[in-house]
């Protein structure tokens, strides 16, 4: 039982880890387009990519891939791990959540004006 609420924690960590850099990184970044009065649609492509990046690295390549284990000892330590797949999971969730809360924050921040 003690196992299975230590697997929750950690997981709630990974998930509010990759939430919090998804809202500062893609905030951060649809903030600085509305801000500065960047053009073009570029902003959103790296958004985008950034929201992949934070969701494949590292538990979905590992979850697409899977590693290899060589050994005995790799292998315990394997199992003592959470599985990849539910890491895969938190991190969609916390980059899903993240970035609404961070396009939620730069629609909120208001364009800078000109004198």
């Known amino acids: ?6 697997d ?3 997981l709630f960590k990974q998930f509010a880890f990759t939430g919090f850099w998804s809202f500062v990184l893609v905030g951060g970044l649809l903030c600085a387009k509305k801000y500065f009065g960047l ?24 979850f697409v891939f899977g590693t290899d284990q060589r050994d005995f000892v790799s292998l315990l330590e394997a199992r003592q791990m959470l599985p ?11 980059v899903l959540i993240g970035s609404g809360i961070g396009l939620i924050a730069s629609l909120v921040l208001p364009a ?4």
Do not use: C, Q
Not at 1 to 6: A, G, V
Not at 84 to 94: E, H, I, N, R, V
């Open 112 to 115: 800078r004006r000109y004198w």
């Open 39 to 62: 053009d073009g649609n570029w902003p959103y492509f790296v958004a985008g990519a950034v929201m992949l990046l934070l969701v494949i690295v590292p538990n979905g390549w590992h």
């Open 1 to 6: 039982m003690l196992s299975e609420i230590s």
């Open 8 to 10: 929750g924690i950690d």
């Open 84 to 94: 990849t797949a539910s890491l895969l999971k938190a991190d969609f969730w916390g």
